[in-house]
């Protein structure tokens, strides 16, 4: 059966793996980077970036991680994690795992909205998704090779390029499981094709 982790350093673990497993797949918490050998597919959580990163450094997550990635094997990063994965942040010298081509500006949606929820398309996923903002970032420049599966009120809040997806939202905090759904589907292709 397909396995997807969770990175459970810090931020919304287990409503990753209740979704995830509502999707038919194996769900486990990943607290040492020798459990990225058991999984197929890796979740970077919501939760707060900066204490993430500190996390992965101290526990040694990061070259794993980027490994992991380039054997192919497929990563989902919501919100935090969007921010993990982005090559470079707004307003900021560095970034961290720097896996999708894209420039990411944290709390973006400003304080005034800092939380809200908003019904967005996500092409090919879903007409109508119900979408958790939470001190959301957005993504406001993404590169040639990545794909824009969704935008609200013109901003970027999903992106897929190749085996890596990102969402600005919390996919997991709601009944509706379709985007964790597609990422499950992305990882058991990524099995099928190995
Ligand atoms: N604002 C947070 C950050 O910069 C992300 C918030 C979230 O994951 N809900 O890390």
Redo the contacts with the bound molecule.
Sequence with gaps: MTTIGVLALQ??VREHLRAVKACGANAIEIKRKEQLAEIDGLIL????????RRLIDSYDFFDAIQDFGQQGKPIFG????M?LMATAIKDQDTAHLKLIDMEVA??AFGRQVASFEADVEVHGIAADFNAVF????YVVKAGPDVEILATYNEHIVTVRQGNYLATAF?PELTDDNRMIAYFVQMVKKAVAST
């Excluded at 919501?78 to 994690?81: F, I």
């Excluded at 939470?134 to 970032?137: C, G, M, N, W």
């Design positions: 931020g919304a959580p919501g939760g707060e970036s900066t204490t993430i919501t919100c935090a994690g921010i944290r709390n939470i001190r959301a970032p919390h």
